[in-house]
């Protein structure tokens, strides 16, 4: 759909847009300072290394990789991050994907959204030299891209990801509902039961189908936050007895599109606003009478219509799977 827009900048090698170096962490080192490093630097995955590696050389043999994902769905909440290892709870290397120096973002980019995932090392024989994710593909393509336009609106993408979702090609949801009065551990386990990145978190009804123009949302990234920052303070932090909507975004700070959003500035939104999901909220067409005076009710507030996840716009700067190719990846 995007293609012509992204073609010269996903033809770049990989480590021409990879984070270096790496940022790598022992498989040995508890959990609880994995979160903490991860908090502090704003990051979603830590390659793991043996001790020599870890946090000294530049180049590092990858013993596995730590991503948000792996904290929230193999960390049980009764056991103290402290007495969990990062070798126990890691994508181990035989699990991994990892990009050549020499490879193309177009085939890192599929790749990644093929297996669902937003970080892949960079290595040159076994070492590993770089990190890409997926924002710094967004950035690539961005910047390659900035002075073409395009009719693509943020309506179009999402009914883009839903023909794509009834194809089998993304069989996660970006988005779930919990309700509000849920706890942390509530959407932690509704996100390991979808396989989903997100929960939208209703703040003026008891759903979403009440309160479209009032949601949170609660992220991955959220979660991590929620354990590093208090692991960093020395605390410890029960999820099943911390209130959901005092952990998530507000809806009065989510950063947001309409439907006529064009596609590239919702990428841009994403990207530069270090946010993966991107809520997309009916357009509202001004009321003349209440401009005038003339209405004592003011015009209904935008309203919700999808959510769009950072792999949902980027998947469709890749040229279309067919469906023949969808079975074979699933």
């Known amino acids: 759909m995007l293609r012509h827009l992204g073609a010269t900048a996903l033809s770049a090698r ?12 022992g498989s040995v080192t ?36 730590l991503t948000e994902r792996d904290v929230l769905e193999k960390i049980d909440f009764d056991t ?31 790749r990644m959204v093929a297996g669902g995932f937003r970080h892949m090392p960079v290595v040159r ?3 590993a030299i770089g990190m890409v994710s997926m924002r710094d593909i967004a950035h690539a393509i961005i910047a390659g891209a900035k002075e073409q336009e395009s009719a693509v609106t943020a309506s179009v993408l999402c009914s883009a990801r839903s023909r794509t979702i009834n194809l089998g ?31 939208l978190v209703p703040s003026e009804g008891p759903s979403v189908g009440r309160s479209r123009h009032a949601c949170g949302i609660f992220t991955e990234r959220d979660y991590i936050r929620l354990l590093g920052s208090a692991t960093a303070l020395n605390q410890s932090i029960d999820p099943r007895r911390v209130d959901l909507a005092r952990c998530c975004t507000p809806a009065s700070e989510l950063v947001s599109a309409t439907a006529a959003t064009p596609a590239m500035e919702c990428l841009a939104r994403m990207a530069h606003q270090h946010v993966r999901h991107l809520p997309v909220m009916q357009d509202v067409e001004a009321d003349a009478d209440f401009e005038l005076g003339e209405s004592d009710e003011p015009p209904a507030p935008p309203s919700l ?26």
């Open 80 to 110: 103290p991050l402290a007495t969990v290892r990062v070798g126990d709870v890691m994508t181990p290397q035989q699990s991994m994907q990892l990009a050549a120096a020499e490879d193309s973002l177009d085939d890192v980019l599929s």
């Open 125 to 127: 024989g076994a070492l």
């Open 14 to 25: 990989v480590l021409s847009r990879a984070s270096t170096p790496v940022l790598r962490i």
């Open 305 to 330: 219509l999808a959510v769009l996840s950072a792999r949902d716009v980027l998947a469709q700067f890749l040229p279309r799977p067919s469906i023949e190719q969808v079975a074979a990846a699933l």
């Open 30 to 65: 508890d959990v609880g300072a994995a979160l903490a490093l991860m908090h502090l630097r704003r990051v979603g995955a830590l390659l793991v290394c043996d001790p020599a590696g870890a946090g000294s050389s530049e180049d590092a043999v990858p013993l596995g990789i």
């Open 169 to 199: 090609c993304f069989a996660r949801p970006s988005c779930i509902e919990a309700p509000p009065a849920s706890t942390v551990a509530d959407a932690v386990l509704m996100m390991r039961q979808w396989g989903a990145d997100s929960v």
